[in-house]
């Protein structure tokens, strides 16, 4: 049996002095086992993704990277997990920062991880530059892309670029949250196929926040529902959107939009 890369053990979250928004959450995240978050605005699906993502604390249960409770405080375990798990956020215009040339925001995990330290300055910077190309090409972007800004890119190739600031650092795992909501029908179809590719030619996990069943069938085998910040059903994804057995679900599943039938 291969051991999660991370989990949610009996998580819950409470803001101060607020209701809890998530409570008793186990989801596991396996190699290969891309896990999808689904479920309705205010079922605790982005917090749950904060905390797989270490950016706050459970208040109770736990989060574990790689079988050891993720301690945000530990600046050695968590630069390691950083290396490893990376996101993409929903809103490719707000996620990029304006004022920065696309190679220097692709190449910002590099900085902040210290992944190219060692060495003369020359080297770590022709180093880096090699590795930002790399990464621009991984998404089908060109290398002289580096050199543009984002106002320069249309809303899906401003997500390509998020996604190549999200795999530079060859990260296992890629949470991502609404990573097409923002974008158009067509440009979509582009952002899944190009994920799925990520997916099986770099050995890329993908865990997903989404409202969109036909995204999450196509890109995660597994999926987790949540109802008031507890999830309700969970397993494959075929088996759950197929035949789901809890009527929440079955709602969920029930509420896509479908093609009228065409008169006879």
């Known amino acids: 049996m291969i051991p999660p890369i991370i989990e949610a053990r009996e998580a819950g979250f409470a803001y101060r002095r607020s209701a809890p928004v998530l409570a008793d959450v186990s989801v596991e995240v396996t190699r290969g086992r891309g896990v999808a978050l689904v479920g309705e605005s205010g079922a605790g699906k982005t917090t749950l993704l904060r905390l797989l993502l270490g950016l706050a604390a459970p208040t109770s249960g736990s989060v574990l990277f790689d079988g050891a409770p993720l301690a945000l405080g530990d600046k050695r375990l968590m630069r390691g997990f950083r290396s490893s798990v990376q996101t993409v956020f929903q809103d490719p215009y707000s996620s990029l920062d304006p004022r920065q040339s696309v190679g220097r925001i692709v190449s910002e995990p590099l900085r902040s991880l210290g992944l190219t330290a060692g060495g003369p300055r020359a080297t770590r910077r022709a180093e880096a530059a090699e590795r930002v190309a790399a990464a621009l090409r991984a998404v089908g972007l060109p290398e002289d892309a580096a050199a543009r800004y984002p106002h320069e890119f249309s809303g899906g190739q401003r997500q390509r670029v998020a996604i190549a600031r999200a795999i530079v650092c060859e990260p296992r795992v890629l949470l991502a949250d609404e990573p097409v909501s923002a974008l158009d029908v067509s440009t979509r179809v582009r952002i899944v196929d190009l994920l799925a590719e990520l997916r099986e030619t ?56 479908r093609l009228p039938a065409r008169p006879a």
Do not use: F, I, K, N
């Open 202 to 257: 770099r050995g890329l996990t993908v865990v997903m926040v989404s409202h969109d069943l036909a995204v999450v069938a196509a890109l995660c085998p597994q999926v987790a529902v949540l109802e008031r910040g507890r999830v309700v059903e969970q397993g494959d994804t075929a088996d759950v959107l197929g035949s789901p057995r809890h009527p929440y679900t079955r709602r969920l599943v029930q509420s896509v939009p």
